[in-house]
T-cell receptor, first 113, second 111 residues
């Protein structure tokens, strides 16, 4: 499992509520990523982190924020969930410290009703 | 930023035949090109990758080729088996150590 765990794995929430997804790694890797996966779009980068408190936006960052206060945890927050944010969310880490050899967590299925 | 296009979107082959999936990228500075396989309900898993200083790489029945001049790379699967049925994604690493993915190819291997 490459030492990555995501929580929760499944969540149903109502429009307008805040939601936080957690990604936890056990191996002290520098780079962590959040992707969303939707049919016909592949995997799209939301935000990524290259160290504690060092984060940057990806291609679909609107409506999302992230935080990384510890090396092992990367949190993704939907401040006010919308139906368009119904998706599968994958956390990923880079094993070699340069953005190569990226491994994914098991995914978090989020439904916004 | 980088843009990756992947073709075909679906591919059906007979068991034992070969399958080829092609991707093109836009940023000539991209230097790392992985391929992922995703089975239904599972996470994408890295199956092979290639760096820009290499033209071809093989691992048993799978191979990847890279043409930097034309900015395209391909995945080749030989002697396909039913367990090869999955969605395959190509990706290119752009500046800032971010992977940009293609839209995916659904491969069906018919037995």
């Amino acid at each position: 499992d490459a030492g990555i765990t995501q929580s929760p794995r499944h969540k149903v929430t109502e429009t307008g509520t805040p939601v936080t997804l957690r990604c936890h790694q056990t191996e002290n890797h520098r780079y962590m990523y959040w992707y969303r996966q939707d049919p016909g779009h592949g995997l799209r980068l939301i935000h990524y982190s290259y160290g504690v408190k060092d984060t940057d936006k990806g291609e679909v960052s609107d409506g999302y924020s992230v935080s990384r206060s510890k090396t092992e945890d990367f949190l993704l927050t939907l401040e006010s969930a919308t139906s368009s944010q119904t998706s599968v969310y994958f956390c990923a880490i880079s094993f070699d410290g340069s953005g190569n050899t990226i491994y994914f967590g098991e995914g978090s299925w989020l439904t916004v009703v | 930023g980088e843009n990756v296009e992947q073709h075909p979107s679906t591919l059906s082959v007979q068991e034992g035949d070969s399958a080829v999936i092609k991707c093109t990228y836009s940023d000539s500075a991209s230097n790392y090109f992985p391929w992922y396989k995703q089975e239904l309900g599972k996470r994408p898993q890295l199956i092979i990758d290639i760096r820009s200083n290499v033209g071809e790489k093989k691992d048993q029945r799978i191979a990847v080729t890279l043409n930097k001049t034309a900015k395209h790379f391909s995945l080749h699967i030989t002697e396909t088996q039913p367990e090869d049925s999955a969605v395959y994604f190509c990706a290119a690493k752009e500046y800032g150590n971010k992977l940009v993915f293609g839209a995916g190819t659904i491969l069906r291997v018919k037995s």
